[in-house]
C-alpha cells in the first residue's frame, strides 16, 4: 500500500509540474514581455536586417548570456491565404527556421525564439514571404537578408536565393 501511494504522489508532482510548464510555454503576455525586456536593455546586441526587395526592415536584437532572439519587421506587406512571414536563423549547425508571423495591420510583426541557434553564434538571418513547409532552408520571395562572415565558419558565404543554398 505504500508504494501505491508514493507512485501517486509522485504521479500527481508530475502533472502538476507539467502543467505549470505548459503555462509558461503558452503564455503570449509573458513571451512579448521577455521580448520587450531584451529591447529595452542597455546591453542588447542589434543586427539591422538589410531589404532584398520592397520597404521592409527589421532587425535581430538579443541580451549576451541569454537565449532569447528576437526579431522585429517593419513595413511588412499583408500576406493572403498560408502564406506567412518565415524567419530562418543560420549558424555552425545550419539553417532553423525560428517562426512564422502574420504582420498586423501597421505592418509590424515580432518572431521570438528560445531555441537553437544560440543568439551569439547566428552569422545569418534571411526573412521570407511564403508558405511554411517545415523545411529548415530558406524558402519562399526573399524579403531581408543579414550576412556577417565574421561570425561564421571561415568559409561561410552568403544564401544564394537562385540556386536555394
Known sequence: ???????????????AWLGFRAVQAFDQDG???????VLAAP???????????GQASGQLA??????????DLR??????GDERYLVFLRNWAGWTLAGAARPD?????????GAEPRPPTIYEVVVTAGV?????????????????GSLGPRRAVPFDFARGA
Do not use: C, I
Open 75 to 80: 513595413g511588412l506587406q499583408p500576406v493572403a
Open 132 to 148: 511554411d513547409d517545415a523545411t529548415s532552408v530558406p524558402h519562399g520571395k526573399p524579403v531581408l537578408h543579414w550576412f556577417d
Open 62 to 71: 538579443y541580451r549576451p548570456g541569454t537565449w532569447l532572439s528576437v526579431v
Open 1 to 15: 500500500m505504500p508504494r501505491r501511494l508514493v507512485l501517486l504522489v509522485v504521479l500527481v508532482a508530475a502533472v
Open 43 to 53: 546591453d542588447k546586441v542589434v543586427h539591422q536586417l538589410p531589404p532584398v526587395a
Open 31 to 37: 513571451h512579448a514581455a521577455a521580448a520587450a525586456a
Open 105 to 113: 495591420a501597421d505592418g509590424t510583426a515580432q518572431v521570438r525564439s
